[in-house]
């Protein structure tokens, strides 16, 4: 019977298959430490950014596209931290979390709507886009429903 948090491929008959498993394994694991530190490099950059954009004239004064550049900053660290959390569910479960994943889409395809120059892309970029967001908003609905 499985059990979260048990590998039954480390427990398999094959040596060479335990041996890929547990590389696979170690490989995910130095991914999550590669996330962490790409949290807090993300961390370091955001307020770097909002730091020399508050010095620069007009004194302490955002306009619209530095705050467009703050939330899309703070949103790519958000996103680091899901896909963060994907990786721990991912190793402590042996499952991959459909819907945590799907949020995480979401929530990358909203960083990306709000940091749009609508005068640099077309409609159908726009469109496309926006078909997207619909699919995977459809797509989380249902899989919030049945449990």
Known sequence: MYEPGHDIHLEHKDRTIRILHRAIRFAIKLLAI???????????DV???LYN????P???LLN?????ATFGAFLAVLIAV???VNISMYLTENAIPVRLVIATELMAIARKVIIFD??????????ATAAVVLALGITYWLISRNP
């Open 118 to 127: 609508y005068t640099e892309i077309g409609p159908s970029y726009v469109y």
């Open 53 to 56: 954009r508050l010095l620069e």
């Open 58 to 60: 007009p004194f302490l």
């Open 47 to 49: 307020i770097y950014v």
């Open 64 to 68: 619209i596209n530095d705050i467009l």
């Open 34 to 44: 590669l996330m962490v530190m790409v949290i807090v490099w993300g961390i370091g």
């Open 82 to 84: 899901e896909i963060f």
